[in-house]
């Protein structure tokens, strides 16, 4: 049985959840390394990503436009999306309390950038998967707290040893690790 929105939940083994606690119990989020800029680039935490195409790859972040990442954004043409290790978790979080504004998060941390293959933003040497993107679009709602940059993929660099096991994800408050395969599509 379907549930119509503003009905009561008649099904006595379900919780009726408001919007952001439901949004909270959704499995967790791949955590992202933004890499952005030319010659002083920056590099942010990223939680909020979404796939918008498949068949012509686009994916899009969500940035606070009071970011220092999100001026550099509106500035230059592309950016990276890198992801984390489990063994990069210090690092990232790191990244994620201090502003770009105010040092090079890169030395600050101890990450390499490296330069893209096709944009001028830097992937990060330390994450084994990068991915280049060059930006399309910008969603900006007043109504929203952040703000939708959205891009074609046009570069990927994978390392041969690449698990996505044991990239970080993000999940009310924790960081994580995948779990275990319970059943793979023939």
């Known amino acids: 049985m379907f549930s119509v929105i503003g009905m009561a939940n008649d099904d006595p083994e379900k919780l009726d959840r408001g919007a952001l606690p439901a949004l909270m119990s959704l499995p967790p989020f791949p955590v992202f390394l933004l890499a952005v800029g030319e010659k002083d680039p920056d590099v942010s935490t990223i939680g909020l990503f979404n796939v918008f195409s498949v068949d012509k790859p686009r994916v899009g972040v969500a940035v606070k436009s009071s970011r220092w990442t999100y001026k550099l954004l509106e500035e230059t043409p592309d950016f990276t999306l890198n992801i984390p290790g489990k063994d990069l978790v210090d690092k990232v979080i790191k990244i994620g309390e201090v502003s770009g ?80 395969v319970i059943r793979k599509m023939e």
């Open 101 to 180: 504004s105010k040092m090079n998060k890169f030395a600050e941390v101890g990450l390499t950038p490296k330069p893209g293959t096709r944009t001028r933003s830097p992937t990060i040497q330390e994450c084994p998967l990068n991915l280049e993107v060059e930006k399309q679009e910008i969603i900006d709602r007043s109504d929203w707290d952040h703000i939708w940059v959205i891009g074609k993929i046009v570069h990927c660099d994978i390392h041969p040893d690449y698990d996505r096991g044991n990239m970080l994800l993000y999940w009310d408050g924790e960081f994580r690790t995948a779990s275990k």
